[in-house]
């Protein structure tokens, strides 16, 4: 599986971004999917995760009820919609596919990860 991410840039704080990661491969319809992201400086941590069929998802703490993710197994594309970012959201956010089915927030769960895509939000 190859994954490529894209979507990121430099917005305002409140403002939005769509994060998209197209996969190729014949696998993406039954792996779980996640979303992370490293600041400078930190480590990388979970920020989402859906599993194979998008109806299961869950989200860190400090992303609920601003962040969504979605899929689209007919496009192999896993999504990422971000709302009222914050300035401490700027990270570069990478996309990665699980070993498994199910939702998985450790990075170890994941065997395959895109280049990164980089958000920037001003305050």
């Known amino acids: 599986v190859q994954l490529q991410a894209s979507g990121g840039g430099l917005v305002q704080a409140g403002g939005s971004l769509r994060l998209s990661c197209a996969a190729s491969g014949r696998t993406f319809g039954s792996r779980g999917m996640g979303w992370f992201r490293q600041a400078p400086g930190k480590e990388r941590e979970f920020v989402a995760t859906?599993?194979?069929?998008?109806?299961?998802?869950y989200y860190a703490d400090f992303v609920k009820g601003r962040f969504t993710i979605h899929r689209d197994n007919a496009k192999n594309t896993v999504y990422l919609q971000l709302n009222s970012l914050k300035p401490e959201d700027t990270a570069v956010y990478y996309c990665?596919?699980?070993?498994?089915?199910?939702?998985?927030?450790?990075?170890?769960?994941?065997?395959?990860w895109g280049q990164g895509t980089q958000v920037t939000v001003s305050s």
């Open positions: 990665a596919a699980g070993k498994r089915r199910v939702i998985d927030t450790s990075q170890n769960e994941y065997d395959y």
């Open positions: 859906t599993d194979w069929s998008g109806l299961s998802t």
